[in-house]
T-cell receptor, first 109, second 113 residues
Framework: EDQVTQSPEALRLQEGESSSLNCSYT??????LFWYRQDPGKGPEFLFT???AGEEKEKERLKATLTKKESFLHITAPKPEDSATYLC??????????FGSGTKLNVKP | SAVISQKPSRDICQRGTSLTIQCQVD?????MFWYRQQPGQSLTLIAT?????????ESGFVIDKFPISRPNLTFSTLTVSNMSPEDSSIYLC??????????FGSGTRLTVV
């Protein structure tokens, strides 16, 4: 069964303290892996799409990587404005989407 | 990227009533997606709406409970019918972007009392 598991559920960091969020997945043919940011009371905001193992993408303090079993979202020197819930989703070859339950990140000044 | 206007942003409804949620996109899109996000949980796809055809519902969701309209390439509605407290959730519409990502509306926070 296709599924996505994100860890940790919650993460508290001090400003400037780098860390990584994990997204483990099992899927019947990966068409794409997506990372989103969701602020309270808002819809998810698209960050990255990764398509194949070994692929990496960067945007400001965020870097997403992909292996055959998991993806990491690395946050370098985070700022309080990076506080949000980060969602991971996979799309299989049948165009079905499966979302993880998210990691709630809190960056304290 | 596409801009989605979703209405209402929130509502409190009595059980047994229905609520219709609207999504307007600023560009023409082939498929629109409707999701539910229950408190503290992840997103679950309700259905995919193509213009000019019946929506395709995911397992566990039925047309009588969640009727969807898709009258043109920029607009869709989702109705939550005969509501119960278990329907309290955030409902989101989404469209596919050409760059491989998906854009979401801001969501409708529904509370059923």
């Amino acid at each position: 069964e296709d599924q996505v598991t994100q860890s940790p559920e919650a993460l508290r960091l001090q400003e400037g303290e780098s860390s990584s969020l994990n997204c483990s997945y099992t899927v019947s043919g990966l068409r794409g892996l997506f990372w989103y940011r969701q602020d309270p009371g808002k819809g998810p905001e698209f960050l990255f799409t990764l398509y194949s193992a070994g692929e990496e993408k960067e945007k400001e303090r965020l870097k997403a990587t992909l292996t055959k079993k998991e993806s990491f979202l690395h946050i370098t020197a985070p700022k309080p404005e990076d506080s949000a819930t980060y969602l991971c989703a996979v799309q299989n070859n049948f165009n079905k989407f499966y979302f993880g339950s998210g990691t709630k990140l809190n960056v304290k000044p | 990227s596409a801009v989605i206007s979703q209405k209402p942003s929130r509502d409190i409804c009595q059980r047994g009533t229905s609520l219709t949620i609207q999504c307007q996109v600023d560009s023409q899109v082939t498929m629109m997606f409707w999701y539910r996000q229950q408190p503290g949980q992840s997103l679950t796809l309700i259905a995919t709406a193509n213009q000019g055809s019946e929506a395709t519902y995911e397992s566990g969701f039925v047309i009588d409970k969640f009727p969807i309209s898709r009258p043109n390439l920029t607009f869709s509605t989702l109705t939550v019918s005969n509501m119960s407290p278990e329907d309290s959730s955030i409902y989101l519409c989404s469209v596919e972007e050409g760059r491989g990502g998906y854009t979401f509306g801001s969501g409708t926070r529904l509370t059923v009392v």
